[in-house]
């Protein structure tokens, strides 16, 4: 079991850690110019982003888990039908982003207490990386039919080749042709639409040999549709809720001032690049409880489900030692700034416990995603979301400051974690 997890997590993690990779080489990059609110347009556009692209994850998560069931049932027609079903609800959906991009920049904009410098570099940013959509979720679809298939290794490719291609054309716009955060959008705007073409070329090359004449009726047929949006609509009422809590953690930080802004910008990149490691077996995780799933294998589920969370708590542990040993050595990366790195040590702490604490968490909803057991999944983030995240803060603030967005986040963490397990005897291993 080990074997086949390590088979999916390792290009899974090597994958994942060039998503923040290419965060902290933007935040590193754009640190260094002149003016702080730089950062601060980076910090509110991502997250902006965030809502926009991670609304539609589900095209990611809903589609590893029922392709891998599919991949179990041994029901090959069946994954290809899923493919080209999500694909075409990715061409659609970003067809609707493209169309009302000016009302969400303004609504965002609102609602984002920022100051007039970071919305003008905002805007700038938002209005050119917007026309990645059709990409981006493009992508989130053959990804996920990727790892559904038990096939890692395109993914990871995909994924690296991205952030790479996006790293060096940001330093490129950046450096030699003098631009700011308009250089950085540009960079994920081409970049997304390279990756795009080699995820179809790979695509091609393995799967495309087969003859399948799928028909228009089998896409749109009712049954499949109504169970594929009941699957997707669970989580994407779980993304809202944890896009929300990142998105009120960088509003506040932003209300905060722009230095709290840069400091905190900081500090999630660092958060980012633990939680996308442990996310390399909550991947694995979704695979394989897919394909047991599928195949109504209980004991090796069970087995998946124990050594996946064995695996992540592991490696959390490891990025909680990391950051104890080195956090100034780290922060100091991202920016050469005093008062920022100042205002970042202030609260590091709960940085450090991060990885430990978010691991368990992370591997349960690869466990649910690949049962598609994804009301549980939305009740777990509804219940973190509303009753322990929001009240943690506003109790707290008053004399805790900035501390209280990071127990608030930290709290929010553990909810998640405990009411998974406490679902899991039920909704993944069947017992009553």
């Known amino acids: 079991m080990n074997r086949k997890i390590l088979r999916l997590a390792i290009p899974n993690i090597i994958s994942n850690l060039s998503v923040p990779l290419l965060g902290a080489i933007d935040t590193a990059v754009v640190g260094r110019l002149e003016h702080v609110y730089y950062l601060g347009a980076i910090a509110v556009g991502s997250i902006i982003f965030d809502f926009i692209f991670w609304g539609f994850g589900f095209l990611r998560m809903g589609t590893t888990g029922m392709v891998a069931q599919a991949y179990g049932a041994q029901e090959e027609r069946k994954t290809r039908i899923i493919l080209f079903r999500v694909l075409l609800v990715a061409?659609?959906?970003?067809?609707?982003?493209?169309?009302?991009?000016?009302?969400?920049?303004?609504?965002?904009?609102?609602?984002?207490?920022?100051?007039?410098?970071?919305?003008?570099?905002?805007?700038?940013y938002y209005h050119i990386r917007i026309f990645a959509a059709p990409a981006t979720l493009a992508l989130f679809g053959l990804n996920g039919w990727f790892l559904g298939m038990q096939n890692s290794t395109y993914p990871m490719i995909v994924t690296i080749f991205l952030n790479l291609v996006n790293i060096v054309l940001n330093l490129i716009f950046v450096f030699r042709f003098n631009m700011t955060v308009d250089g950085v959008a540009t960079g994920s705007l081409v970049a997304s639409?390279?990756?795009?073409?080699?995820?179809?070329?790979?695509?091609?090359?393995?799967?495309?040999?087969?003859?399948?004449?799928?028909?228009?009726?089998?896409?749109?047929?009712?049954?499949?549709?109504?169970?594929?949006?009941?699957v997707n609509r669970d989580i994407v009422i779980r993304t809202l809720c944890l896009i929300f809590s990142y998105a009120f953690f960088t509003a506040k930080s932003a209300a905060m001032g722009d230095v709290v802004l840069a400091a905190n910008t900081i500090l999630l990149q660092m958060w980012y690049i633990s939680s996308y490691g442990t996310d390399g077996f909550a991947y694995a995780a979704e695979s394989l409880v897919g394909r047991f799933k599928g195949a109504k294998d209980d004991d090796k589920l069970k087995k998946?489900?124990?050594?996946?969370?064995?695996?992540?708590?592991?490696?959390?542990?490891?990025?909680?030692?990391?950051?104890?040993?080195?956090?100034?050595?780290?922060?100091s990366l991202f920016t050469d700034k005093e008062n920022v790195i100042k205002v970042a040590m202030g609260?590091?702490?709960?940085?450090i416990v991060a990885p430990v604490v978010n691991s368990v968490c992370f591997i349960w909803d690869g466990v649910y995603i690949g049962a598609t057991a994804t009301g549980a999944m939305r009740n777990s983030m509804l219940v973190a979301t509303v009753l322990v995240f929001i009240p943690v803060y506003f109790i707290s603030?008053?004399?805790?400051?900035?501390?209280?967005?990071?127990?608030?986040?930290?709290?929010?963490?553990?909810?998640?974690?405990?009411?998974?397990?406490i679902y899991a005897p039920s909704r993944i291993f069947g017992k009553t």
């Open 304 to 331: 998946a489900v124990t050594a996946n969370m064995l695996w992540g708590l592991g490696l959390g542990l490891l990025g909680t030692i990391t950051y104890a040993f080195f956090d100034a050595e780290i922060i």
């Open 193 to 230: 639409f390279l990756a795009l073409g080699l995820a179809f070329f790979l695509y091609k090359r393995r799967y495309g040999g087969v003859k399948l004449n799928i028909k228009w009726d089998e896409l749109i047929e009712a049954e499949e549709l109504k169970k594929f949006f009941s």
């Open 347 to 351: 609260v590091v702490i709960w940085l």
């Open 91 to 124: 061409a659609a959906s970003s067809l609707l982003i493209l169309l009302i991009q000016y009302p969400l920049i303004e609504v965002s904009l609102y609602l984002v207490n920022a100051s007039p410098e970071v919305e003008e570099y905002t805007r700038l």
């Open 397 to 421: 603030e008053p004399f805790a400051g900035i501390h209280a967005l990071w127990m608030a986040m930290t709290a929010f963490m553990v909810a998640r974690g405990v009411v998974l397990s």
